[in-house]
T-cell receptor, first 113, second 116 residues
């Protein structure tokens, strides 16, 4: 298994501001994944964070809007920049373990007003 | 492009009932399939993982089956309890070109309510 600590668990933010979400894993991993889950929708992969290199973003997501840091093998941050109400979602970080089993953090419930 | 569909979108059952949740996917070239549980506003809890070579996996009252050729998986919950109320998500993983990065594709989930 994997223990993933994600914070904050929830936040209410003013439009135009930025929020940084932190994700800490209990052991070293090569890749960490960031997902967005919009209300009533399924999970969509935002980007893959690799230690020592730039994150790889999925179609429709850009670094200016969702900058990611990966300073070491157990930690990553996702920033949601210049927020608008459309950014209101649950943001989740994830890692893979042996056999391709995915584990997720507790999620960050973001509301932009 | 892989698409994952879950039926029904919502299900309400009385306590004690056995139930089946369905998941279908369009591309049968998968590496594995995973079932998750999500409580409102929370993260995902892994329930069962089925590798592409396997037919089913069991954990307690849960049993998941996989028919890769037909692109289908089912999650069977026996003797349902109010604590089982949550959204159940299935996700399939396939290999992205290069073999070093596997991506998950999720369904929209089934919202299960078990009434006492």
């Amino acid at each position: 298994s994997a223990v993933i600590s994600q914070k904050p668990s929830r936040d209410i933010c003013q439009r135009g501001t930025s929020l940084t979400i932190q994700c800490q894993v209990d052991s070293q991993v090569t890749m960490m994944f960031w997902y967005r889950q919009q209300p009533g929708q399924s999970l969509t992969l935002i980007a893959t964070a690799n230690q020592g290199s730039e994150a790889t973003y999925e179609s429709g997501f850009v670094i200016d809007k969702f900058p990611i840091s990966r300073p070491n093998l157990t930690f990553s941050t996702l920033t949601v920049s210049n927020m608008s109400p459309e950014d209101s979602s649950i943001y989740l970080c994830s890692v893979d373990r042996q056999g391709g089993r995915a584990f997720f953090g507790q999620g960050t419930r973001l509301t932009v007003v | 492009k892989q698409e994952v569909t879950q039926i029904p979108a919502a299900l309400s059952v009385p306590e004690g009932e056995n139930l089946v949740l369905n998941c279908s996917f369009t591309d049968s070239a998968i590496y594995n399939l995973q079932w998750f549980r999500q409580d409102p506003g929370k993260g995902l809890t892994s329930l069962l993982l089925i590798q592409s070579s396997q037919r089913e996996q069991t954990s307690g009252r849960l049993n998941a089956s996989l028919d890769k050729s037909s692109g289908r998986s089912t999650l069977y919950i026996a003797a349902s309890q109010p604590g089982d109320s949550a959204t159940y998500l299935c996700a399939v993983r396939r290999e992205v070109s290069g073999g070093s990065n596997y991506k998950l594709t999720f369904g929209k989930g089934t919202l299960l309510t078990v009434n006492p």
